[in-house]
């Protein structure tokens, strides 16, 4: 099978390799928690306590039903009727009623009559940025609120129980713990899938066996196992190889030194495919008469190594067997950890 037919969804997906990886980044997701989480809580912070300051001011009516309300609750007005009332245009009336000098919209914007407790009991709220403002209009609600209610057949009689003398500012209503929490939660969904996405479009090598997966061709490890000189005359043979790469020839000789030291026996010469389009690479790539050994990097992108690998197959000339340079170990170890194969073994140094 030529390397140019070869597909990314013939090979697995990994889930083990995907959560090391994601934990090996999980400091992103931590950082942008604490990033959201301190930006949400100064906007939070920001807003409230630049927003318009607000006094507010309180009464208390007590409202006497008919005697009928005590054996039909039904009678009762609840809450939500009374808050909606309070912001009809009868109610407001009579408001303006007994203080003509108010502007009705200034009225319904700072008034609202409802229930806290007791159905019988019916509070009065007015907030408005002005204080004296607030306390006028509460003036004007008690008797225009009372004069309103009277008028309702459900209701006999009102009195004041507790009337609103002046206006108290009202503090910034600050939710330090929730806007902390909020920011963390959307600092680390983002960065979860961030994370994510840049992993799973990620096409670099990180493990030797994904070259099997992938091109199909037998993995000699990494290059930084210790026994890697001795695994290489069993796949490349004994009567040394030639080193082939897309990566500059400065790091395919650094490469070769390596494998030597370790005791294989690469060739001084190496087919440097980086430019596949080179002048006279074709004639080399035809004179190579030992095995072909080809070399991975953890650290780049295999587009280029699959033009490489492409323009090799096109001379007959497919590697024997790959290695895998610049590995990120600590992952590669923690990866074969607790696993039966050839390259658990390796990586492990047994």
């Not at 928690?33 to 920001?46: D, I, T, Y």
């Not at 190579?288 to 992108?301: E, N, Q």
């Amino acid at each position: 099978m030529k390397f140019w037919e070869m597909r990314y969804g013939d090979e697995p997906a990994d889930s083990r390799l995907f959560i090391l990886r994601f934990m090996s980044r999980i400091h992103i997701v931590i950082l942008s928690a604490l990033l959201c989480a301190a930006a949400v809580c100064a906007c939070h912070l920001f807003i409230r306590l630049s927003s318009e300051k607000m006094y507010m001011t309180e009464s208390d009516l007590y409202l006497e039903y008919i005697p009928a309300a005590d054996s039909n609750e039904l009678i009762y007005f609840n809450k939500y009727t009374w808050e909606q009332m309070s912001h009809d245009s009868a109610v407001i009336d009579e408001i303006i009623a007994a203080d003509p000098s108010l502007d009705p919209e200034t009225v319904k914007a700072s008034f609202l009559a409802t229930l806290n407790s007791d159905v019988k009991v019916l509070t009065l709220q007015v907030k408005n940025p002005d204080p004296d403002i607030a306390v006028r209009i509460m003036n004007a609600a008690i008797p225009g609120i009372s004069a309103f209610a009277e008028s309702l057949p459900e209701i006999v009689s009102v009195r004041v129980i507790g009337a609103g003398t002046d206006a108290a500012p009202i503090p910034p209503d600050i939710r330090l713990l929730r806007s902390i929490v909020l920011g963390a939660l959307i600092g680390i969904l983002f960065s979860v899938l961030i994370v994510s996405y840049s992993i799973i479009s990620d096409d670099r090598i990180y493990l030797p066996e994904t070259i099997e997966k992938r091109y199909l061709i037998p993995a000699a490890g990494t290059l930084s196992y210790a026994n890697i000189g001795e695994v290489l005359p069993d796949l490349a043979g004994d009567d040394g190889f030639i080193l082939a790469s897309a990566l500059s020839a400065s790091k395919i000789k650094a490469v070769a030194d390596e494998l030597k030291k370790k005791g294989a026996k690469p060739e001084d010469r190496f087919l440097i495919l980086e430019d596949t389009e080179k002048e006279g690479l074709p004639e080399e790539i035809k004179k190579a008469d030992k095995p072909i050994v080809y070399v991975f990097s953890s650290d780049k992108s295999t587009r280029s190594d699959e033009r490489a690998l492409s323009l090799l197959s096109r001379y007959d000339k497919e590697p024997m067997c790959a290695v895998l340079t610049d590995s990120h170990d600590t992952l590669v170890r923690n990866y074969y950890l607790g696993k039966h194969s050839r390259f658990a073994k390796m990586a492990s140094g047994r």
